[in-house]
């Protein structure tokens, strides 16, 4: 590109270095989503829910399947 071009695109270096920003929060958020500790502690929270009657069976049977299918989808996540 040379010096030219990075000269022309210096206008743009705030933008671009949003976007980095922006693309190593999103990273981070989907690391901590699919943790497989993260969604363990989870599943452990729902249980204890249930346990102490703050959910029925049908809600615990719901959210236990999403964070089934979330830790299944965090092992093939890279």
């Known amino acids: 590109m040379g010096l030219l071009g ?5 206008p743009a270096a705030p933008l671009r ?7 190593q929060v999103v990273a981070e958020a989907e ?7 993260t969604v363990q502690r989870e599943l452990a929270h ?5 346990e102490a009657g703050e ?11 999403e964070l089934l299918d979330r830790l299944e989808k965090g092992t093939r996540h890279p």
């Open 17 to 23: 270095g949003t976007a980095w920003v922006l693309r």
């Open 6 to 10: 990075e000269l022309l695109l210096l």
């Open 31 to 37: 690391r901590q989503y699919y943790d497989p500790a």
């Open 55 to 65: 959910i029925d069976e049908a809600e615990f049977d719901r959210r236990e399947d």
């Open 46 to 50: 729902l249980a204890d829910r249930l």
